[in-house]
């Protein structure tokens, strides 16, 4: 087994039968000492943080599979803080696809002269590049294709799974009295015949979750979501 | 005639035709009284910069009618440094269309991991609102959909506009040797039956030029133009 990435909150290891091995970390993102999912660097380790994410992770990639929507995940071992999955290439670098129900965060911070906070999107759709140094740049399917990241023809079948995974994620949430405005997913190129498919994780620093009028920690959801 | 608004750059009247005037003035945009295209305040003022402007934009609006595409351009008058137009209504509160050539500018800032400054582009298209306070933003077609500023079917016939707009553009500027690298445009809806027209004016300012290696400035490119 061989280390092949270090990420923030998440190593990678490739396994001698092809599969590739997540081992999730304590270490959560953040900025002096203060739990941020939307910072761009490691700032602080909670006790357990690695493995609820990966329980979270676990439960909401078994509901997508059975949905019959491809995703890289095979199987999870929460002992170990490990998730098993295939291969996948990125798009580029690395993009992220955001789905936005309500105007909030940068959404609101771009088009807050056309929206008030908490308006009602109706399932937005958005990519931004993974690029600490440029902020996560914003980027349309034009410019994705003008620059060999990702044809339009990929953009539009990410689009239409972000739709269908968003979905479900909102309807477990809806179950533990939870209201999902936004989330944030990767997704890659995976088997030989380059299926775009979700990948990485789905935790609670992917998403930005309210009971009511509190907005919910990431920790916090995560026990909300994986209690009986 | 009413006058209807006062711009940065030029003040607009309402005729008793129902058409508007467009008076250039001589103040241009910049910084600490250093003229600059993008920015969003009044630096200071330059005699002739208005009469030069109105030239060159007369000079552009009058090949692209010729073109059959639609614009709000009917006439203008050099003396006065007006331009008489017809009444066009603006996508929500103002967006701003830009082509690219070359990656530049913003595009350059935003994509950087991707491309290098002054990679040639293939024409590509992008929407910014106009908003000051949140400097222009990006938004793709979906999201000027959701918060209704435009249409898709809009979006598209703005991209293809657009696109055919720039090559008159462009080649007018090689007959002087010059070469576009980026161009904003404004559109807006004429008409009973809303169509897609261009609007504003098209002058140095709006645009980012080269002889050579040699960047233009606003107001030498218009001289470079417009000299027989």
Sequence with gaps: ???I???????????EDGTYLLKFKDDVTGTDGVFDPGANTVGLSIEGAGKAGLRLTQFFFEKINEAGIPTHYLAANIEQNTMTVKPARPFGQGV????????VGSFHRRYGKYCN?????????????????RNDPLITDEALEMLGIMTKEEYKTLGQLTRKIGEIVKDEMAKKDLELYDIKFEFGRVGEDNHVALI???????????????YI?????EKMMLEA
């Design 200 to 214: 990485d994780e789905i935790s609670g620093g992917n998403m930005r979750a309210y009971r009511g009028e509190q």
């Design 5 to 15: 990435y270090t990420g923030k909150t998440k190593d990678v290891y490739r396994q």
């Design 96 to 103: 992220e696809v955001i789905l936005r129900y309500k105007a």
């Design 1 to 3: 087994m061989e280390k």
């Design 117 to 133: 906070s908490g308006d009602p999107l109706d399932g937005y759709v958005e990519v931004t590049l993974k690029d600490d140094d």
């Design 217 to 221: 920690e990431p920790l916090d959801l």
